[in-house]
């Protein structure tokens, strides 16, 4: 075990974190720095100060910070210019919350001259590898502590125990019922795991979901939203311009209203496992949809196949942790650049659990092209003799293959 | 003009094709063969029969050939082990249907010894160069006469007094109201682009849409479907084993019912242009979320992410139409070696437009495994502090990145 | 046969483009603006005005450019960023010249006001694509004239006909043995094709070869060479700062000395067949190397890695003419992102057509770190025991693979 | 330290697996089988067994086997099919030889009822991993001994000393001069690491390379070899056909006598480091070219260029450790399906470490057509005016949206 003088804790003020605070200053005797950052998981984060305060953490060593727009402007909005899907279906909402952590846990640790940070993540998961690769990533040196890969408090029985002895309060679910899903929210998603969810094979309850009604709850009437974008970026929701957060709080809660954004899937974990995983994640969902359609009229084919070809290892590469690794900073100089010209409006429609997109236009950058496009006569725009050319060469190396092996019989 | 003997015409029976016939004989003077498949696009084709008998076509030279199981098995199911989407949203319906049209017609060509063939798609398309380099491939020196690109009909009101002139019985709804939709059927979908269509920012007609019900028409109950998989093909639905086909047709009519698989986009052509276009694809819709399901379950994560980084060439290779060049058959290759192991079973439900994964799993080939997974005590199964060593030497290339840039300042 | 009031000439001054300035007053009955770029090719360039002048061309008609600085700077330089080879092999020497010589032909275009421009390019090669993508995607709507796919002097003895009878001199070399070799030269190389280089399984002729002695030729005294990058680019031999275009002709000199860069190859056209070529390519081919080796020391491995996985596809769309094309850009944004590090110096051997890599290194950017990788006593550096974890959490899918492949027998 | 019944010890014989050797009967009181193969690396392995007797192993626990033909035919050569190279000029010559060793142990340890295996690779390389992960593929509950991890003999006096009261005989060398260069040898290659190598910014001596003469010191006249190949296989030098690793070894005698395969380099290591390593790989660097050279003339464009975009994360695979994991198994199932027709002869010149493709054909499946490449009258065998259709189309999309971006101005 290292020596350690002072560590800041990504703290969130429940049970299992505040047994880490606690277990932090029994087995380093050090002092604690807690970090709490707002990212719309829709928790009161007050009283995480409290508790702080309760565990004799010094008010210049509780930091508490809105992240909520930045976490959507320079991580959530930067990824969806991708289409970013990770094994086809999951929108990386924890994945993508986590870098942002690390740096700002990170900045506390040198403001305070802190050596080492914690967080709350099991020796399981992916969140663990992110928030560490973070963490190495920008103070390479630094002192890591997993307390869930050190201590003996694997059991819940323990960890109860643990929490009762240093006086922490226990939430009545916590006491009843087992564990709870293991969950983690920010403005762009919801997960749960664990409990029955560890069968692939069950059906997710009813009662698990939070965020979103089911489709069959959601209302009988569809409603229509007008969605723009600048340089790939959602900038308005109905003609209304708002902060990044703002807008994606506001997808959010129509989008859960109307069903939209669960998901149930089986993932393969960076670590080496496969893991069920239910999440809503209804902003998301409306806003990846609507941003294929408005590049679908104002990117280029070839630019759209390459950021189509390139999009799943850019998805891993976040999924995986790598968001400050030079690898995803290449990635992202080829996609913002494609993004100059993906500006224009997505007409979306929502109805019990559909996001259909009915129309779309650029009045800037479209470049589709009716008068090349049409059925109808299109006085010269298109040479439709063109295509004999462009598909005899396009054949050409398959016919003298095809000669070649009737050649040889 | 090349001179033409016999030619063998992919002749639908519809108008636009009965004027190609015509056409064809006025033109060349050659005898013409008839090739009539039935792709599950559910039209009666005896009246192709009738037609090419008015137009003097001897009834050897008539062919009418049920496709749908060929189809379904060996092309259809094929492309969709690969998760296939073109662009992230087109199940690719009509590319899918082109290579077995051209296949068989230049079986008929060489079984009555035509030296060319025909088709009716125009000039400005995909399917023309999907059909001509399937041709080629397979029959390197054939002549292929695309009357679209030759003729001077192309106005619909020259198209429609050439019919007239010759006798060919023209319905209503061509004398009305304008060209109709532009429409391809068989049965992975139905197809939909031009007229007002040709304007990606209107919204489309509800009345257009022909094998689906609005999400909003759906029932208010919900279906669940349960599917079998083996080798990652589909084999059975509700525990009933049926032909691919049969399968297939089923998992349409199900889809239809409840509103699922529309589609509006604006797709980029191979042949330079951006176009609109509608799809209802029910059960390709319904097919590919649970093979992605299946797969989740019994695929090996790098596996899958190679076919994930390998799917979008796949997809445009058969967009554009090379299914019979070798590079599709190289990476055809890689994906039905992954598919070894993709055997078990999904729970899908339906409800109004939704399909919903509630569960899968594998008796046989299953790679979750819950004694690793669990949150609850895994009896040392995993070693959660291996996550360490491993998290440190991924960390490694970015610890010394950034202690080198310290070390410059 | 459009309507051309002026149209822009690529004009070498050799016979075949004299031929096409004589054909197109002729034809087009329209002036005519000769553009002659100096590449580097080695070539006197006042006789293209001279002659020029002779076909009546105004003074002001006859542009003469030096673009030897710009051709390394802006092409040759960023292609290298990205250790550009396409097919394994070739270095792209002629496909990089032209999307210059596209863009300078298209500015004098609206500098002179023409509405036309031409090249000498035949209707069987990747530089008439090359030229005229460059044409459309600078100046869409510009008319083309493409002589060799237009004229009937496609015969050598018609070419020879119709030049003697427009009174343009005939070198005795192109009257005597045949058509010479096709060549083409510029400062990254100079090409041969034709001749019996048509024959693939003929040896190429020593006399062939110009720029560079044969290996058996070369001194017997190897020489080194200090080359010193900047952001990937190089900047200095030997210690001396030069300009672009003067270390490439540098190591050209050098390297030809040496007997370096070779090639003799059979390579895969755009326009869909094979060709056999011989390249010389002496100072790009010291380029790659040494640009190879200075990112060994200064790039992530994540990164070099991405790098050459996108490096085909960037050839490709280099030799296949898309330099314009927003995906070369958006790519191009990628590579350049990485080379901000790649700075450092690379020592070089040359000896007998070896180009030999002896050293490296970087004072700035090296991520080479012989604290980690000794094989003595690292000091706690690196903790071998770190490995363990890294190899079990690799190792975890395969293990439970093949421990469900066990279970099920 | 788990509890171990028996072990198989990969044993070269050497002193470092010697000192294993002791160190494990020392540590785990366990019954140790040697096993020694014979890849070609050129030692005695008689030895090994008077070795391992004198150890106390018991004669029926001293396994010395032929490996050779396996290695080539059923690891190199296939890997060869793919041109592999990693990071640009790493044959791989450790990586391929690493799955074969894992395999036989693991099948000795199934004959020999052992629960346990060990290597000799420390914990700071690759080939830990490769081992191990072999291991783990194939018994997934296997026992692993990584002495190199757990021991602490980490210093070279330390492992002296140990060898010295452990009887075990050194040889002068390991006495004087400190440590010599790691080293590893096959029949593709022999590598050093180590030493003075640690500064990559020093010339590696020439008194280290043992298997090729330097460039210099090699024959004054050229060599040519008539190679031919098979389904992307070696068959047959000069005429004569060996076995797959006869010849190998052939193309090394040849290629070493003429200073052909020497490599100096620094690499990315899977562990996250750098690190410096020469190479002599003269028969692997004949095969490459002359495989990539029959490629040239059998394989299809777009065939030849998804091998290339999948080659470098094929190679990542294989330096990695990957052989037995189901995406390698995928990978070369593509790979192999393009080799059916890579069939025919190339004619390479060896001169001072020149490996030069002269000339190469196929009498069975060459896909250059003359008749259509020739800069001669082709007869018609191809259209020069397909070339307009060809780029015009390709050229559209660029020339739409120069015409937009006009438009807008």
């Not at 240093?166 to 006491?175: E, F, V, W």
């Not at 239910?278 to 070839?302: F, Q």
Request: proline letters at 3%; one cysteine or more.
């Amino acid at each position: 075990m290292s020596d350690v003088n002072k560590v800041v804790l990504a703290y969130s003020g429940g049970l299992d974190t505040s047994v880490i605070l606690k277990w932090l200053q029994d087995t380093y005797q050090c002092e604690v720095v807690t970090f709490t950052a707002d990212l719309g998981q829709g928790e009161e984060l007050d009283p995480a100060r409290e508790k702080a305060l309760k565990f004799g953490i010094k008010p210049e060593n509780i930091f508490i910070d809105d992240l909520r727009e930045e976490f959507v402007r320079d991580f959530v909005f930067p990824m969806f210019r991708a289409n970013t899907v990770y094994e086809g279906e999951y929108l990386l909402g924890t994945s993508i919350a986590r870098p942002l952590i690390s740096k700002r846990q990170i900045e506390i640790a040198r403001q305070t001259g802190a050596d080492a940070v914690s967080h709350g993540a099991t020796g399981k998961g992916n969140d663990q590898v992110r928030f560490e690769l973070g963490y190495y990533a920008l103070m390479p040196n630094v002192k890591v502590i997993a307390p869930w890969r050190e201590w003996d408090l694997l059991s819940r029985e323990k960890l109860l125990k643990y929490a009762e002895d240093a006086g922490i309060s226990i939430d009545m679910k916590h006491r009843q019922g087992g564990a709870p899903y293991s969950m983690d929210a920010n403005l762009l998603h919801i997960s749960y795991e664990g409990r029955h969810l560890e069968n692939p094979a069950a059906e997710a309850e009813e009662s698990m979901w939070r965020w979103t009604v089911s489709p069959e709850a959601a209302p009988d009437a569809a409603e229509y939203l007008d969605l723009e974008f600048e340089n790939g970026d959602l900038v308005s929701i109905n003609g209304k311009r708002m902060k990044a957060h703002e807008l994606l709080a506001t997808l959010n809660q129509v989008g859960g209203k109307h069903g939209v954004g669960r998901l149930d899937l089986v993932e393969n974990r960076y670590v080496g496992m496969k893991s069920r995983g239910c999440y809503e994640t209804p902003g998301g969902t409306i806003l990846l949809k609507a941003h294929r359609a408005i590049e679908s009229v104002t990117l280029d084919r070839e630019v759209a196949h390459l950021k189509d070809d390139i999009m799943p290892r850019y998805a891993s590469t976040i999924y995986n942790g790598y968001w400050w690794a030079p690898e995803r900073l290449a990635m992202q100089a080829l996609i913002d650049q494609t993004q100059k010209t993906v500006n224009g409006w997505v007409r979306i429609k929502l109805y019990k659990g559909n996001v259909i997109v009915v129309s779309r236009d650029s009045k800037t950058d479209s470049l589709f092209d009716p008068t090349i496009a049409t059925f109808e006569d299109d006085q010269g725009a298109y040479d439709q003799k063109d295509a004999h050319g462009f598909i005899r060469l396009n054949a050409l190396r398959l016919r003298i293959a095809e000669n070649a092996r009737n050649k040889r019989g």
